[in-house]
């Protein structure tokens, strides 16, 4: 069984459980949707937000979707909202952005699409540090791109709360 079939399954066994609780009357329909959504919180470690949010981002831009001009709504799933702000305002600064913020470079390879890597992320407390690994292990040195990548929990998610060049 895949680690996607996994997690599907005990969500879909939490689920069963909690519809237990609350025909049994001991919580409202609310309480067991809520405490859902702490479990499913509770399972995206700071390293997958950051891999599927760099998964998601380079897809966009092979689209010729830019999700920071097009102020793409899932942006908030995955970026503290006061990185968000602090990009926006150095967008529409008289100086501009010199590189694509959540890159750190003016460009992306092809390559990187499908080699997004991530080490396991250093916690401290609600910060968390993840270095991200942009390009096939087996490539040339000079189309490997690394960031570390920094996140904050909030209690429910980690959001990417800056990036800089590793």
Known sequence: M?????VGAGLVA???ALAAVVAQGEAT???AASTVGHAVAAEQSPDKVAHDFYAWYLGQLAKNQDPLTLKAPQLRDWVDT????????????????DADYFLKTQDYLDGWLEHVAVAPAK????????????GAPTA?????WKLRVTLAS?????RIRSVAKA
């Open 82 to 97: 006061a990185l968000l702000a602090e990009i926006d305002r150095k967008m529409h600064g008289a100086d501009g952005l």
């Open 140 to 144: 040339a040195r000079d189309e490997i």
């Open 29 to 31: 329909p609310s309480v």
């Open 2 to 6: 895949t680690a996607r079939r996994w």
């Open 14 to 16: 939490l689920g069963a």
């Open 154 to 158: 909030d209690g429910r998610r980690w």
């Open 123 to 134: 916690v401290s407390g609600q910060t968390a540090t993840a270095v991200v690994t942009l």
